[in-house]
């Protein structure tokens, strides 16, 4: 029952299951195709806002910034590439740790 001490609570219940729960479905399969092409541990050194500017762009175009951001999709994008030939060429390799290797060994980090 909804009275006056609950009413906010019971709004906020409302607007999560409209807005959260009715499309819950939909954002794991838009999830699950994104990391396809994006593995979540590439994703997780953006914080909302980068990522936002990177999938949508600046609303002013500011050609440095744009120019930026679309290197760094590109460079993600060929270490996903990289990451995908390593691992069919050595099944159990932690991309991760040979990245390190790689660049530690040759002095450049």
Not at 22 to 48: A, N
């Amino acid at each position: 029952m909804v009275t006056e001490e609950n009413k906010q609570e019971y709004v906020k219940l409302i607007c999560y299951a409209k807005m959260a729960k009715s499309i819950k479905e939909q954002i794991e399969h838009f999830l699950e195709g994104f990391h396809e092409l994006i593995p979540p541990y590439l994703v997780r050194i953006f914080d909302s806002h980068e990522l936002e500017l990177m999938i949508s762009g600046l609303p002013d175009v500011d050609s440095n910034r744009k120019l930026i951001y679309n290197l760094i999709l590109e460079l993600i994008f060929i270490f996903v590439q990289f990451q995908s030939m390593i691992s069919r060429i050595i099944p159990n390799i932690r991309i991760m740790d040979l990245t390190a290797k790689l660049l530690y060994g040759y002095g450049k980090f």
